[in-house]
């Protein structure tokens, strides 16, 4: 026995020792995620809708709540990711999570989106397959020019008059607000000069959010924008601007002009025809951004109806549409 051989006080400090070793050691070796679980924190006052966003792009099919979907969990208040099921869905990118037990925040998911959301979401890989689904240029699309806030480029904005139809008919339904139907696509091809350098996209899912999709000077998916005054990351700092309240120019001084930014001008090049203070007070777009959506195209496209109307070239079922939201 140990005591036979050292007095009794040696041994109990050895005992001692061992045993606050093997506590020191048990709390470094930090334990593994209880049931693969990994704690998800990000401090920003909108949390829940962005985890509820960003997560919902992982669920399979089409986007959906990922805390029905079991995606995300709820215990005692804190918010946790399921890897397992991350796992099953995108091995890849859930390779990318796994090996850290630390609660996941917003400077780690925010690499972990910028590098897995597009295959997530399998969004078209190109322009080019884009346009193949969704013609932009066709007829039938409202264009918008303008200088903003995104980009020194010159912003050639399309949208389907049927999708902008669809938000005005279910204006009034919707407690004043504009929502877009499911699938609506959005596209901001952005022009230097004769030539198109890149293409930014929103496409709603059919759980209310919006996709966000930089497409780069050779048409491909891009991680971030590659114009001046700085490469936006996609889509983390789309949805930075997106959800926020805060208000830019030209859209916020219009139907006035706005004054040139610090990279050049702020401008919406449209005729004096739809500068229509009325319709501009009237749906209060840019503030209000109802649907993540911060130009002026239903302003602007009911504008270009009342002009039409008093030209005498509008047809019966727009100027109806113009009644109802009596206009
Ligand atoms: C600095 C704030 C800001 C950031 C960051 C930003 N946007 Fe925008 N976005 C705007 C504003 C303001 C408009 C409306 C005027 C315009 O088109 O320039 C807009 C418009 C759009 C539109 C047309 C639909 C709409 O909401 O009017 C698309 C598509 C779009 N942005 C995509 C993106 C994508 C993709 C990213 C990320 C790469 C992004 N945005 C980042 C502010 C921002």
């Known amino acids: 026995m140990l005591s036979r051989v050292l007095p009794v006080w040696v041994v109990g400090?050895?005992?001692?020792?061992?045993?606050?070793?093997?506590?020191?050691?048990?709390?470094q070796a930090a334990p593994p995620p209880e049931d693969g679980l990994r704690r998800v924190t990000l401090d920003k006052s909108?949390?829940?809708?962005?985890?509820?966003?960003?997560?919902?792009g992982y669920v399979p099919g089409p986007a959906r709540d990922p805390f029905d979907a079991g995606l995300l969990v709820l215990r005692d208040g804190d918010t946790y990711l399921q890897l397992d099921s991350l796992t099953a869905w995108h091995p890849d990118a859930a390779q990318q999570l796994r090996g850290s037990t630390e609660t996941l925040d917003w400077d780690g998911?925010?690499?972990?989106?910028?590098?897995?959301?597009?295959?997530?979401?399998?969004l078209p890989p190109t322009l080019d397959a884009l346009r193949?689904?969704?013609?932009?240029?066709?007829?039938?699309w409202f264009t918008v020019e303008l200088h903003g806030v995104m980009t020194t480029a010159l912003r050639q904005i399309h949208v389907d008059e049927g999708a902008l139809r669809?938000?005005?008919r279910g204006y009034h339904e919707a407690g004043a607000q504009l929502l877009y139907p499911e699938g609506t696509t959005i596209v901001g091809e952005h022009w230097d000069d004769t030539t198109l350098v890149e293409a930014t996209v929103m496409q709603k899912r059919p759980d209310g959010?919006?996709?966000?999709?930089?497409?780069?000077?050779?048409?491909?998916?891009?991680?971030?924008?590659?114009t001046a005054p700085r490469q936006l990351k996609t889509p983390t700092q789309c949805a930075g601007c997106h959800f926020g309240d805060k208000q830019f120019e030209p859209?916020?001084?219009?139907?006035?002009?706005?004054?040139?930014?610090?990279?050049?001008?702020?401008?919406?090049?449209?005729?004096?025809?739809?500068?229509?203070?009325?319709?501009?007070?009237?749906?209060?777009?840019?503030?209000?951004?109802?649907?993540?959506?911060?130009?002026?195209?239903?302003?602007l496209f009911v504008a270009q109806l009342r002009a039409d109307r008093r030209a005498g070239r509008i047809d019966a079922t727009d100027a109806a549409l113009l009644d109802t939201l009596g206009l």
């Open 251 to 299: 859209e916020r001084s219009f139907p006035g002009e706005a004054r040139p930014g610090p990279h050049g001008p702020r401008a919406i090049y449209v005729d004096d025809a739809l500068r229509d203070m009325e319709v501009t007070r009237f749906f209060d777009e840019h503030r209000k951004r109802s649907d993540y959506v911060l130009g002026l195209y239903n302003t």
């Open 13 to 27: 400090c050895l005992l001692v020792v061992v045993l606050m070793g093997c506590g020191a050691n048990a709390e």
């Open 46 to 56: 909108d949390a829940e809708a962005l985890l509820r966003y960003y997560f919902g």
């Open 209 to 226: 959010f919006w996709d966000y999709m930089t497409y780069g000077p050779d048409g491909t998916l891009a991680r971030t924008t590659s």
């Open 166 to 168: 669809a938000a005005l």
């Open 132 to 140: 193949a689904t969704v013609p932009y240029r066709d007829e039938g």
């Open 109 to 122: 998911l925010k690499p972990f989106l910028q590098a897995t959301y597009y295959d997530a979401r399998r």
